[in-house]
């Protein structure tokens, strides 16, 4: 298991020669970017930019964890579904080009005015036909539990089966709806665990979900993946990152000192 950080709302912005100072400073080992922030990588970059921040990656000791999308495959509007698809298509051609292993969709809504089981197919063959893609220039697609109606376990594990992709992985996203009544995740984790490729994580230093027992159930399925900080921004950011750390590194039994 590996640390990092997403650039919402942390992140968002500082260009990359800053975000990669932070991460590197803070001891954030990847960093999963998004778009329209600050940092500037967009599938409108050209060939040379995308070059430049392959480069910067290779030369730092910080990774790219993946690219972090909004491209979702809910509408029931054709048009819209289509060009989210192509849209994918185009972040798993940036994703390749900068050295991301991974993009990072999500399905947005199950509608009210349509039966949950047609939109779930829907998100599925669509996840499908962008898996396939990205398989075919070495970029994974990831899932991110997120969404109204869609960030319930049982409904993302019904759109990982309707997807029925080897490339199609989950993300999981550390949501309140994953714990039972008990505040148990036993039966969330245990519907997606064979799935899960990334993991937001949210403030690990506030009692509101069951950071622990998360952890212990990544290292008994031997994950090896990231863990990467999805927070609001601090007013003294390097010095709440390095709090998260060693946070962190309590909860999984890696607080060393001094930290090699």
């Known amino acids: 298991m590996k640390l990092g950080m997403v650039t919402y709302n942390m992140g968002k912005d500082m260009d990359l020669p800053t975000l990669l100072d932070f991460c590197q ?3 954030m080992e990847g960093v999963e970017l998004r778009s329209t922030h600050k940092h500037g990588v967009e599938i409108d970059n050209t060939p040379e930019q995308r070059a430049k921040v392959k ?3 290779a030369d730092s000791p910080v990774e ?4 972090g999308t909004a491209c979702e495959f809910d509408s029931p509007d054709p048009d819209k579904l289509k060009q989210n698809i192509d849209e994918a298509y185009a972040f798993c051609r940036l994703a390749a080009d900068i050295g991301a292993p991974g993009i990072k969709v999500r399905p947005n ?12 197919e829907q998100i599925g063959k669509a996840l499908r036909q962008v898996g396939t893609f990205g398989e075919g220039i ?6 991110e539990c997120h969404g109204h109606g869609t960030s319930d376990p049982k409904v993302m594990r019904a759109i990982m089966d309707a997807a029925d992709h080897k490339n199609v992985y989950a993300n999981w996203n550390s949501n309140p709806g994953d714990m039972d009544e008990n505040g148990s995740i036993d039966w969330s984790f245990a519907l997606l665990k064979d799935k899960i490729r990334h993991c937001h994580i949210t403030d690990i230093g506030v009692y509101q979900y069951p950071w622990q027992d998360l952890f212990n159930k990544f290292k008994a399925i031997n994950y090896q993946g990231y863990c990467c900080a999805e927070i609001q921004y601090n007013p003294e950011p390097e ?6 750390r060693t946070l962190y590194d309590l909860y999984t039994g890696n607080y060393r000192w001094p930290r090699g």
């Open 239 to 244: 010095r709440f990152m390095k709090y998260y």
């Open 55 to 57: 480069a910067m990656f």
């Open 64 to 67: 790219l964890a993946q690219y």
């Open 138 to 143: 070495g970029v994974e697609i990831r899932v």
């Open 109 to 120: 809504h199950l509608h009210d005015s349509i039966p949950h089981e047609q939109t779930i």
């Open 25 to 27: 400073k803070t001891g």
